[in-house]
């Protein structure tokens, strides 16, 4: 199993607000202890809200604090570099919320920050391109809102590519990463797709209904 398949697994195992011990968190995943300390740290590090200490146990945090901070260029340039990802996106929405966040960091940055003509590097991740999975979010989202069917091509971390038929129910987001919930008539069951790993997404002319077993209620909490 890939590190990025494992750290999903994880996120999957504390979704539900629990409580869980590092080492039943490490057998579940077939991982020592030692490796499941590095995977909690490498999903704090990317932003996905893990509370817990070593010894009493980890869960998902619903709630999203944003105490003062102090960044570093680099920090602040990662950061405008998202703006500006998400801020070209055909979302109206996104696309909104990001131009209203770059007048925000604006008006609290001082007079000289960033260097003018300052270069993008490539920030490195547990996860892969989030600016792909961000491509796909209109499409998404409409699909969602519409309850229509997509046609999803989808390569998984160990290259192997996908076509499914899906009916999508929800996008969460973790951090850096954003996945897809959704029923899938291909493989007749739920899937959890990252978006970044989406390499096509079409809507359908096709809509979908509730069905028994289908629906978001069913879905694996």
Known sequence: MSRSDRLLMLIDALRDGALHRAGDLAARLGVSQRTLYRDIDRLVAAGVPVTGTRGLGYRLSDAISLPPLTLTLAEVEALQLGIAIVSEATDDALKSAALGLADKIDAALPDRTV???????????????????????????????????????????????????LRPLRLEHWGRIWTLTAWSDTQQGFVILRTDLIDTADALPELFVDEPGKTLADAPA
């Open 115 to 165: 260097p003018q003509g300052a270069a993008w590097a490539p920030a490195l991740s547990p996860f892969a391109n989030s600016a792909r999975g961000i491509s796909h979010m209109p499409t998404l989202r409409a699909a969602i809102r519409a309850r229509q069917k997509l046609r999803v091509v989808h390569t998984d971390a160990q290259g192997r590519v996908t076509t499914q038929t």
